[in-house]
């Protein structure tokens, strides 16, 4: 059965905490993609990778890490700088960069204590 | 800034209506263009995608592109009540070859029995 996980489903964060979202895919797909979506709004790109040990800043990086060890997980962490982390994150991917169909995980909803 | 816009709606329409769904996009050398649907709480899903001028038929769904003038539509005809979502617009940035996908706020759909 392919496609994107990300755990958890619901995450809570406290003042001053750093906490991981996790995101894989067995889609054997080169590009992942994090965006954060807040009520009412599009979707804003964070981070993304097109392939392994490798990641570019999206439009709203700060406050925000990446890694990519492996094609099939793409890890993000939010970090203590990130002031206002309350929002939807959603992970997706795309068999490559050329090909810019990207599908979606199920997604995270990250809320501060 | 590249932008895409969207009327955020609600765009209510009664069931077996067509429904219209409109987006102008500012990046003049975009070719990809994507519709997702986005049900409440949860992630998007692709709908449509479309690169050249026309129209583009998939069931009930009609994509329509005119780059000439910037605007992509999607019409959904005999709408049904499971119609009702959030529709995002998605243009692919054209000055870059990284795949990243432009969102409008999105524009919600509710169709009334």
């Known amino acids: 059965d392919g496609g994107i996980t990300q755990s958890p489903k619901y995450l809570f964060r406290k003042e001053g905490q750093n906490v991981t979202l996790s995101c894989e895919q067995n889609l054997n797909h080169d590009a992942m993609y994090w965006y954060r979506q807040d009520p009412g709004q599009g979707l804003r790109l964070i981070y993304y990778?097109?392939?392994?040990?490798?990641?570019q800043k999206g439009d709203i990086a700060e406050g925000y890490s990446v890694s990519r060890e492996k094609k099939e997980s793409f890890p993000l962490t939010v970090t203590s700088a990130q002031k206002n982390p309350t929002a939807f994150y959603l992970c997706?991917?795309?068999?490559?960069?050329?090909?810019?169909?990207?599908?979606f995980g199920p997604g995270t909803r990250l809320l501060v204590l | 800034q590249k932008e895409v816009e969207q009327n955020s709606g609600p765009l209510s329409v009664p069931e077996g209506a067509i429904a219209s769904l409109n987006c102008t996009y500012s990046d003049r050398v975009s070719q990809s263009f994507f519709w997702y649907r986005q049900y409440s709480g949860k992630s998007p899903e692709l709908i449509m995608s479309i690169y050249s001028n026309g129209d583009k038929e998939d069931g009930r769904f009609t994509a329509q592109l005119n780059k000439a003038s910037q605007y992509v539509s999607l019409l959904i005809r005999d709408s049904q009540p499971s119609d009702s979502a959030t529709y995002l617009c998605a243009v692919l940035d054209g000055s870059s070859n990284t795949g990243k996908l432009i969102f409008g706020q999105g524009t919600t759909l509710q169709v009334k029995p």
């Open positions: 990778s097109q392939i392994v040990n490798d990641f």
């Open positions: 997706a991917s795309s068999i490559h960069r050329e090909s810019e169909t990207q599908y």
